[in-house]
């Protein structure tokens, strides 16, 4: 690899990065390392290993001596020596990992060349000659992708990255593409739905029999689905033999919306679709908040996962919320400034009534209780004679806001064009491998990459770090993805004028 330096150039680093998997570990266990080519701040020019935001383990150091700018120069880098450099100084470290020093132990997951800079420099860099050779020790990245033998959480079924019995809430984003808006759904059945201002409410559906009711996320069998830009549960229970609920949800573009779905097979005439709803807050940095992998930077614990993934129905949320039942939906307005409100509309006629929600946990109760200080939206369908899917329809604005006739008209139609515009979006840049988690993969990107464009720029995160960085890694897969246009205005058009 060459590099070829001109102008003022600043950088925190230039990094060649790695990403070391372990062979026989939890996924989780996994090294990047980091050689960095070229730095501004000497004190960063050293060997450094530390956990990164997110509590993965790192190691960091030069590949050659400081280079000379506006002179060319060659680098030839080690792969193998680097890494066990790298697995050396992490067991140092960073016991607390548990990494083994051995190379042999990992395979390669990731291999990049780049520039990474900070801050409002001149630059001109050129690579030219990239390569990585290597012989390939066997087959470990391909056996993972088999749930028989994986020990990875999810596997690859039916095009969708998917998991049974998985246990986290909120882990798989939905987004209101090209604007604000969030709908986080996860391997237990759950939506809850976030906006620009705060907190649009959370969802939890369930069936009852004879008096007993049991939510979705507490069922025993579930098994979760997620396709770019849109999530399946199938539900069963072996208190419900025969019974089966499939639950799927969609974010709708460019406004705080989301569709839904319900099909319930295997009913008997005394069963009754029930729902809860509420917890219409306002709250700021929503976004960052509920970001379902964010850490706080230079968080120690390399075993610690964001609180978000455990996070189920609030119930304090729903404090001083205005309810108003309708048998086709419910509207449910927030207290604090600007008092957002949450409208919903079903297919089906149904019986909604304000329920308290302090008791959402033991739904037998719901029924039974007043407002109270929680007062949300709780309904139940029957499901005696009812064959087909049942429609919802959920969208958000200020406490004046109407929705759109096409809310209030067709949920099924709002259903229907969701998937297919998220269908399209996956399917932007097709990819064919023998290894169908970077199939699917691809396509998940394709959707998180579209959610972050607010015309005319990218953002830097879909929920943490959604701030409009001019030119940091956010032009990168708008090219990759075709999306061109998308990139013209970012130099000229809007940042001078800013």
Known sequence: MAGERAGRFAARDAPAILLLYPRHQAPEACLVCRGVLFSSDPALYRPHTALDQWGTGFHREPVFPPPNLDQQQSVQMEVKVLIRRALLAAAS???????????????????????????????????SNPSLRGQPRGTAALERSDPSSSALRYHVEDNAITIRNGTYFNNRPLYNSHG????????????????????????????????????????????????????????????????????????????????????????????????LFGG??????????????????????????SPVLRLGFLSEACAGNEVTPREDGFSVRGTDEPRRKVHARCTATMDVKVANAADWDLPDALPGTTAGAFPAAFGGLS????????????????????????????????????????????NRVVVDTPEASLNVGVAAASHALDSVFYPPVYRHGAMAWNLPFPGWRVLYGGTAFGWHDACDPWDATTWIHK
């Open 280 to 305: 219409v807050k306002d709250a700021a940095g929503v976004s960052e908040k509920f970001d379902p992998v964010w850490l706080p930077q230079f968080t120690s614990d390399a075993a610690a996962k």
């Open 93 to 127: 470290q960073q016991p607390q990992l548990g990494l083994s020093t051995d190379p042999d132990d990992y395979y390669l997951s990731c291999f990049n060349i780049g520039w990474e800079g900070i801050g409002h420099w001149e630059s001109d860099c050129e690579l």
């Open 383 to 426: 499901l005696s004679g009812i064959t087909n899917a049942v429609y919802w329809a959920f969208e958000a604005g200020n406490a004046d806001y109407s929705p759109t006739s096409a809310l209030l008209a067709n949920p099924e139609e709002l259903f229907r064009n969701a998937t297919r515009r998220v269908d399209e979006v996956a």
């Open 180 to 275: 604000p808006g969030w709908v986080l759904t996860g391997d237990r059945p759950l939506v809850r739905f976030l906006g620009n201002a705060g907190m649009n409410g959370c969802w939890t559906v369930g069936i009852g029999r004879n008096g007993h009711t049991k939510w979705l996320q507490d069922w025993d069998d579930v098994t979760a689905r997620y396709r770019s830009g849109r999530m399946e549960w199938l539900a069963r229970d072996r208190s419900l033999p025969g019974l089966s609920v499939a639950w799927e949800v969609v974010a709708q573009a460019g406004r705080e919306a989301f569709s839904s779905r319900l099909q319930v097979q295997g009913a008997a005439p005394v069963d009754v679709l029930v729902w």
